[in-house]
């Protein structure tokens, strides 16, 4: 049975946690499988945050992603400082 949607309600921008890389690019490219039209959702990698990487998507619209985007980079840097932080401590001593 095949089920046409008339409608698809999506809260954009948002900020994802995924076990790998890969499964960034396969959860874009199923909801972009869904949507019908001329709208994509587009996608970028941020980085590791505790130990899942983050997916950052939106619609290319006014920049509106850029304060999401900002707010998990430095979240994303303050952990690879503390990282670094503890590392080098652990070489002192």
Do not use: C, W
């Amino acid at each position: 049975m095949k089920v046409k949607p008339k409608e698809v309600l999506l809260n954009l921008p948002m900020a994802l946690m995924f076990d790998s890389s890969d499964e960034i690019a396969q959860f874009a490219s199923n909801i972009n499988t869904i949507l019908h039209g001329k709208t994509k959702v587009k996608y970028e990698e941020l980085g590791l945050l505790g130990k899942q990487e983050v997916g950052l998507f939106y619609l290319q619209r006014n920049d509106e992603f850029s304060e999401l985007r900002a707010q998990f980079r430095s979240l994303i840097e303050a952990q690879e400082l503390v990282e670094y932080q503890k590392l080098k401590t652990m070489t002192e001593i």
